[in-house]
């Protein structure tokens, strides 16, 4: 199944043409050619779906901006049972060398620590966290 998943995003990713979002990469991006993505699949703790939500929507995904960590996109399945406590989505770096400094920098940042502390004042949202790393297909229309 999570197979399937990496599948159907890459191949909505492709099928959207997210040209303007390739467009958009910054000069050391179109000169290294080394981009990788991160195709990261949340499962949220029981009820704690609209929480973990609101977490990116409002704290998250600025942390993310302030260390490089380009925002690709999040989904929800269709599936009404499944998107109770899944969530995936998807990040862009320079390299995977960048992805790591990356991560590091976010788990280290006194807001980040500030705003996942504050979320799980009632417990923890997260359960489970599957992250795979990615390198665009040479006929990929994202790279």
């Not at 099928?15 to 195709?39: C, W």
């Not at 009632?122 to 992250?131: A, F, I, M, Q, Y």
Request: charged residues 30%; positive net charge; aromatic residues 12%.
């Amino acid at each position: 199944m999570r197979n399937l998943w990496t599948l159907l995003i890459v191949l909505c990713l492709g099928a959207v043409g997210l040209g303007s979002f390739a467009a958009d990469k910054s000069a050391s991006d179109k000169s290294t050619g080394n981009r990788v993505f991160e195709l990261r699949t949340y499962y949220a703790a029981p009820g704690k779906m609209e929480a973990l939500h609101a977490r990116f929507r409002d704290h998250t995904t600025k942390i993310f901006a302030k260390h490089g960590m380009t925002v690709v996109g999040f989904w929800n399945p269709i599936d009404p049972k499944q998107a109770e406590n899944k969530l995936v989505y998807l990040l862009a770096f320079p390299s995977k060398k960048a992805a790591d400094e990356s991560w590091k920098a976010f788990r280290d940042d006194p807001d980040w620590k500030s705003a996942r502390e504050a979320s799980e004042k009632d417990g923890k949202l997260v359960d489970k966290v599957e992250s795979v790393y990615l390198n665009p297909a040479d006929y990929s229309p994202i790279k």
